[in-house]
């Protein structure tokens, strides 16, 4: 079994940051990515960040130049550094990891619970 566990969620004004972290744990063989991704109500989960074991990383347009990813490979923990945040950030932010538990299994991906974030004043 894999777990994602997610941390960093809470309540922040316009203008401010947070830190969301995201451990991965278990049966994990290889992990080939990470990332987050958010749904707000009434809305689809959409994409906010991801980055591959390579060091490749992808942004939605929304967040660019605002939010960071990094990953901890030796930790299996990934970071999502938001800052100048605005009340459109305001969602449930799910980790996300495409992850290999055994050499001979196609990989999976992986959620976390979800943690809440919302900018308001």
């Known amino acids: 079994q894999v777990q994602l566990v997610e941390s960093g969620g809470g309540l922040v004004q316009p203008g401010g940051s947070l830190r969301l972290s995201c451990a991965a744990s278990?049966?994990?063989?290889?992990?080939?990515?990470m990332g987050w991704y958010r749904q707000a109500p009434g809305k689809e989960r959409e994409l906010v960040a991801t980055i591959n074991r390579g060091g490749a990383i992808n942004y939605a347009d929304s967040v660019k130049g605002r939010f960071t990813i990094s990953w901890d490979n030796a930790k299996n923990t990934v970071y999502l550094q938001m800052n100048s945040l605005k009340p459109g950030d305001t969602a449930v932010y799910y980790c996300?990891?495409?992850?290999?538990?055994?050499?001979?299994?196609?990989?999976?991906?992986?959620w976390g619970q979800g943690t809440q974030v919302t900018v308001s004043s």
């Open positions: 278990g049966s994990i063989f290889a992990n080939i990515a």
């Open positions: 996300n990891a495409y992850l290999y538990t055994d050499y001979a299994q196609p990989g999976s991906d992986y």
